[in-house]
């Protein structure tokens, strides 16, 4: 089963920003070809949708709690999924994880979990106040 790569995790002051990246961790599994979706999840929470972006790359998609200061991208050159964290509160400290559709090129389009068959082992992101 492919899985997923995340980086760029770490330590910030509230305020500052990061960029994590997902790449997949077998170079038989094209991740071109999916939707993938960032999740997060703090200790004692459920996991949250945080943002997806179809294969395509032509429709980025952020939660409405964080879209203005959150955002998707990819690099189809550098098989490379991207999530751009600016303006980082110590609410957003969580364990972030990004994941690829269980079915390539349209796949479901959808904010849950479930969608999502190829996981990463998460990058940790802690904001201090």
Same mark, same amino acid.
Do not use: D, L, Y
């Given at each position: 089963q492919a899985q997923l790569v995340e980086s760029g995790g770490g330590l910030v002051q509230a305020g500052g920003s990061l960029r994590l990246s997902c790449v997949a961790s077998e170079r038989t599994f094209d991740i071109n070809l999916y939707t993938v979706g960032?999740?997060?999840q703090a200790p004692g929470k459920e996991r949250e949708f945080v943002a997806r972006i179809n294969w395509s790359g032509t429709s980025p998609y952020v939660a409405d709690s964080m879209k203005v200061r959150f955002t998707i991208s990819r690099d189809s050159a550098k098989n490379t999924v991207f999530l751009q964290m600016n303006g980082l509160?110590?609410?957003d400290t969580a364990r972030y994880y990004c994941a690829a559709d269980s079915l390539p090129y349209l796949g479901h389009w959808s904010p849950l979990p479930s969608a999502y068959d190829y996981w990463g082992q998460g990058t940790q =992101?802690? =904001?201090?106040?």
């Open positions: 960032w999740f997060r509160q110590p609410e =992101v802690t =904001v201090s106040s």
